[in-house]
Nanobody
Framework: QVLLVESGGGLVQPGGSLRLSCAAS????????MGWYRQAPGKQRELVASIGTGGITNYAGSVEGRFTISRDNAKNTVYLQMNSLKPEDTAVYYC??????????WGQGTQVTVSS
């Protein structure tokens, strides 16, 4: 069983930045491809960024060039640096395995609100 705990969200003005963190329990973290997902009100959850065990990254077109995913296997943590935030980035952000998230791994998420 893996426990994922997201943090780092908050209220930020358009154009601002936030850095999200996802801390994972267990010793097998380094073996998993990980992703950051988000769910906006009234919308389905979507994958916005992923990182493989070897560090290869992929991004949704809507965040390409603005968001950067990274991981620190020694700390069992995956990060999402979000720059040039837009109101449409407002959502609850979650981390999970990628590309097939496990239903029993979803955490509470962290709320990101982009508003002036």
């Amino acid at each position: 069983q893996v426990l994922l705990v997201e943090s780092g969200g908050g209220l930020v003005q358009p154009g601002g930045s936030l850095r999200l963190s996802c801390a994972a329990s267990g010793s097998l973290f380094r073996l998993f491809d990980m992703g950051w997902y988000r769910q906006a009100p009234g919308k389905q959850r979507e994958l916005v960024a992923s990182i493989g065990t070897g560090g290869i990254t992929n991004y949704a077109g809507s965040v390409e060039g603005r968001f950067t995913i990274s991981r620190d296997n020694a700390k069992n943590t995956v990060y999402l640096q979000m720059n040039s935030l837009k109101p449409e980035d407002t959502a609850v952000y979650y981390c999970n395995l990628s590309p097939r998230p496990r239903n029993d791994y979803w955490g509470q998420g962290t709320q990101v609100t982009v508003s002036s």
